[in-house]
């Protein structure tokens, strides 16, 4: 078992940024596709951002060009960086860690966009 700790959640206005942080603990992480998914009320978990073990991103088509995943394996942690944040972005953001057959989450923190 591998807990994972997000943090940075918050209320911002839209244009504004925010800073995700994801702690992981246990020595699986460095192998790890890292992970960053949201889940709006009545919508479905989607996919934001992804990062493998080397480092390669990929991103969901609606937040490339704003939204940074990145990771550092030193500190075991990974990160969402959010900036041109909109309305449609409001959503409960968890960190996801996949190896192998294991798929471990988070428990979730809060981001809320105003108008």
């Known amino acids: 078992q591998v807990p994972l700790v997000e943090s940075g959640g918050g209320l911002v206005q839209a244009g504004g940024s925010l800073r995700l942080s994801c702690a992981a603990s246990?020595?699986?992480?460095?192998?790890?596709?890292m992970g960053w998914y949201r889940q709006a009320p009545g919508k479905e978990r989607e996919l934001v951002a992804t990062?493998?073990?080397?480092?390669?991103?990929n991103y969901r088509d609606s937040v490339k060009g704003r939204f940074t995943i990145s990771r550092d394996n030193a500190k075991s942690t990974v990160y969402l960086q959010m900036n041109s944040l909109k309305p449609e972005d409001t959503a409960v953001y968890y960190c996801?860690?996949?190896?192998?057959?294991?798929?471990?989450w988070g428990q979730g923190t809060q981001v809320t966009v105003s108008s």
């Open positions: 996801n860690s996949r190896f192998l057959a294991a798929s471990l």
């Open positions: 990062i493998t073990n080397e480092g390669s991103p």
């Open positions: 246990g020595s699986i992480f460095r192998f790890a596709t």
